[in-house]
């Protein structure tokens, strides 16, 4: 199967086939050979070039969320065959870009309003976790197309917190 | 021996206090705020009290509400464990007046000792070497500039209430002095109601070294070696083992003698800590006492053979401590680990959240002091430590080599953690040699050591969640939670389409 997968901004498209416990998997120019069963739910362990990898694995929505060597990733996936294409524009960049918490904590202040113009890097609004208080930046130039959360609230890893478009 | 204890502190050290009073057949109260109902030390006690909300100011610091508990329940005594209110003398203070036992020192001892500067004063009265400073706080930046003049450069600003890091900067020269006061000023101000500051030369390359003090009731005093605590963050150790690297059988004896000669000065009572600056011409300085039980207090644990909580719990009975000096002995090396919800790569960003997925490390030689479970939310409110995980060895090189095996055995799910920090600490080779000095995290730091591991795994992360988005997909009919359940399907598309901006 195909997928289209993003990790930290970078955007792949893949290539899946699977015969039993085998998978070739196609990234850009390269081709791997797998092997990977799952002996626990969410565990994968996996073989490639004979070195024995263990990846614990979760989800929700399309973020999957994988640690390795205690790394911790966060990717997207989907097919892109069942993606409606705005999700794919939103995926790649185009048009309207949600800001998601990028971790649970307490909306401090907003720094911007709807409406208002942006530029890359500007600061939105301040997010507190654990005591530490973290400024979200705007990844591009835009306009404050919408504003999801408010000051004073807690909000969840992955909340919608504002929409620059 | 007290029947019931009531401990007011959260998370793993709650949980070592439980065990401690569970292996003495006490039974152990447990508080807890609205966002720690299911946190592991209230499943652990007999019972449990809710004191308050999330805010910590609210629930583990409202000394009324938990001396309220602690009467209404029946508790003898309270253990105060490790930050919130242990280092409170008022609230050791509210503990003597409603006849409730403080398992620690009493408030009189606390006051003196706990006051950065109060204990630099004492320390100078009983002979001891400290850190060049200042000896009472400083009245305004210009007179603090003036004494920084006299000390010279590089000098520490610290906050005379201070503790775990806070109001405290390092001024390398003149022209930073001023706003680096103003800052920790502010910040002492923000965590302890203080603004006051004291000044103390800032001693590069220098060891940090505590001495673990045991006192009873009738003014015996013991120590119990020492724990190297060079390897900090922020002020904050991160790497702590026993013996110290450093520490040879005479320094030890000097430095331990000393620490007793102090707590002696101030009718020290229960477990307390003298940490000392050494240099590498092993001179050391008295840099402040902690006077309560440490995080770190496992390393001693392992190598002395003592169960400090437990002799915590009977000092404070009134019992008398059943070792003279000569009967402490030191056997074999541990390390300590502090495994924080942290990201390394991130600056050590916080990264509260759900644990997913855990395993952990045992096997010989391994203790690991946790207060989490798979599927336990790590609160945002509170301190991210996970776990102290403690390896032991007859000497330091298999304590080490232990540690490296249990670091790589210890798999959290779902959040960032500091463990590849940590194994890079546990491979680093001026580690490994034990040439330690207060810079050394920071250090390591710099030379980036996990980017390249990151970027390796990172390939094998995509390859681990294309296969895991394909099984679901594609699994066999009836498995997969999309085929068997259209339904759920359907509601979860309607819910990501509302999330999407028309």
Redesign the interface.
Known sequence: MEIQLKIEDQILSLEVTRDGNRYRIRVRDREYDVDCVCPEPGVFSLIVDGKVYEALVSRSDLVHTVNLGNHLFSLELSDPRATPLRQRALALGEGPTAIQAQMPGKVVRILVGEGQEVEPEQGLLVLEAMKMQNEIRSPKKGRVAKIAAHAGATVKSGELLLIIE | MFRKILIANRGEIAVRVIRACREMGISAVAIYSEADREALHVRRADEAYCVGPASSLESYLAVDRILDVARRCGAEAVHPGYGFLSENHRFVQACEESGIRFIGPTSGAMKVMGGKVSARQVAVRAQVPVVPGTLEPVASVNEALAEAERIGYPVMLKAAAGGGGKGLRLVPSAPEFPSAFEMAASEAENAFNDRSLYLEKYLDRAHHIEIQVLADSRGDVVYLGERECSIQRRHQKVVEECPSPLVTRPLRKRMGETAVRLARQVGYLNAGTMEFLVDSRRNFYFLEMNTRLQVEHPVTEFVTGIDLVKAQIRIAAGEALPWRQQDIRLHGAAIECRVY?E?P?RNF?????KI??LEEPDGPGIRNDSGVYPGYTVP?????LISKLVAYGKNRWEAVERMRRALSE????????T??FL?AVLSDEQFLRGDLDTGFADRLLAARP?AA??DH??????????????????SPLGSSERAANPWKMAA?LDQ?AT???H
């Open positions: 919800a990201d790569e960003l916080p990264s509260p959240g997913t997925h945002i409110h509170y301190d991210p210890y798999k959290i799910g779902g959040i960032q953690t463990l590849p194994e996990l591991e990151r795994l990172r390939d094998v992360a995509i390859l681990a969640a294309a296969i895991a988005f394909s099984r679901s997909q594609k979860r990501l999330r999407l901006p």
